[in-house]
């Protein structure tokens, strides 16, 4: 049983996690169109996908696509 159901809650409180394709489709955005992190429309928190990019920079995950790319 989880700590929030012990707690007598049905889930975790505060906002509901961001998908991930969506996170990076608002960075794309960003990254693309050269508008502020706050001014993302449509993508969800400018701040979460922001956020979500630092981790995946800093992870190196942008080093790997070029050989997912060229993979034959």
């Known amino acids: 049983m989880s ?3 012990r707690r007598g ?3 975790a409180p505060g906002p509901r996690p961001m998908p991930e ?3 990076l489709q608002g960075s ?3 990254l693309h169109t050269g508008i502020s ?3 993302l429309p449509g993508f969800g928190s400018g701040t979460t996908c922001w ?3 630092q981790c995946w ?3 190196g995950v942008f080093d ?3 050989r997912y790319c060229w993979a034959g």
Request: glycine share 0%.
């Open 3 to 5: 700590q929030w159901r």
């Open 9 to 11: 809650l049905q889930k």
């Open 21 to 23: 394709p969506r996170c």
């Open 28 to 30: 794309l955005f960003v």
């Open 37 to 39: 992190w706050e001014n």
């Open 51 to 53: 956020r979500r990019l």
């Open 57 to 59: 920079t800093e992870a």
């Open 64 to 66: 790997q696509v070029p």
